[in-house]
């Protein structure tokens, strides 16, 4: 039972009656998992930041004129790390996200370090097969390996291009020498943060660049430090938010997008950040359940 005056501790705060698992289309599940970041750290109460900043925002959505305060979007559980070998944490995921997705579910994952979508993208791509993912990121994160692993946060792209994925890269502006020539011998369709800053002619060609079933991760350092700022490995140069809540409307409305990601948050009590990122999922989570207008 929740107590009156408090609010519970579901994503969005909504009621248990609402979050139930049975009636739920959406999962949200929080996958407090760090071990590879390079740079500043906290992605592992990630997850928490987000759910707690978004039992503030507003359940009804005005751009989408959806309102969430019933919505049926159960809150999993966290996900318990394991650092046993490097890969097992992509197996736990791939096996928690597998369940769900078995039970018909949308799942929408919350990290943590980059590194947690490999194992969502392999339970997706189990049940809908090769997929088109859209990244939003600051990085590329095609690197074979990094620090000595190929399950580090640096590589999750690579490995789901090795695993016969499209990959469409937006907001891009670091990225090594490796990383450049794979995207030159592979004709990788990547939107730099400098061709985003000129205007919105790419946000078309990025989703033109996708082909159904659509999968988005979304790095948060893929955003400006002026929306984001507590990541791991914060770059200047991003995109704005309305072009960000511009592209998703565009994929959800154009293409079949079976499953998201939010991840890369580095909790430090920035209000401004967590805030973000909760309305960033709220509304995945609400283009998952309604629709673009
Ligand atoms: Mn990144």
């Not at 004709?187 to 033109?208: E, K, M």
Request: hydrophobic share 45%.
């Amino acid at each position: 039972m929740t107590e009156p005056d408090h609010i519970p501790q579901t994503f969005l705060g909504l009621p248990e009656s609402a979050a139930a698992y049975a009636r739920a289309r959406v999962v949200v599940l929080p996958i407090p998992f760090e071990a590879t970041t390079s740079y500043g750290s906290g992605t592992r109460d990630g997850p928490a930041a987000i759910l707690a900043a978004s039992r503030q925002v507003e359940t009804y959505d005005a751009d989408l004129g959806a309102d969430l305060a019933d919505a049926p979007i159960h809150t999993a559980a966290p996900l318990a790390p394991d650092f046993s070998s490097p890969s097992a944490m992509t197996d736990r995921i791939h096996a928690a996200a597998a369940r769900y997705l078995a039970d018909g579910k949308w799942v929408l994952g919350l990290g943590g370090e980059h590194a947690v979508t490999l194992g969502l993208v392999r339970a997706a791509a189990d049940v809908h097969g090769p997929l088109s993912l859209l990244q939003v990121d600051a990085h590329l994160d095609l690197r074979d390996a990094f620090e000595g692993t190929p399950y580090s946060h640096a590589s999750v792209m690579r490995r789901c291009l090795d695993e016969g994925h499209r990959t469409v890269h937006v907001g891009i502006r670091n990225v090594s020498q490796e990383e450049a020539a794979l995207v030159r011998d592979r004709g990788l369709p990547v939107f730099y943060g400098r061709d985003c800053a000129a205007g919105d002619a790419w946000i078309d060609q990025a989703v033109d660049a996708l082909a159904d079933p659509v999968y988005v991760t979304f790095d948060v350092d893929g955003l400006d430090p002026s929306v984001i700022r507590t990541t791991g490995t914060p770059e200047p140069g991003g995109l704005g938010w309305w072009q960000a809540m511009t592209l998703l409307a565009r994929v959800f409305a154009r293409r079949r997008v079976v499953g998201a990601d939010v991840v890369e948050l580095a909790a430090a009590g920035d209000r401004a950040s967590d805030f973000a990122a909760a309305r960033l999922a709220a509304r995945l989570a609400a283009l998952a359940l309604h629709g673009s207008p």
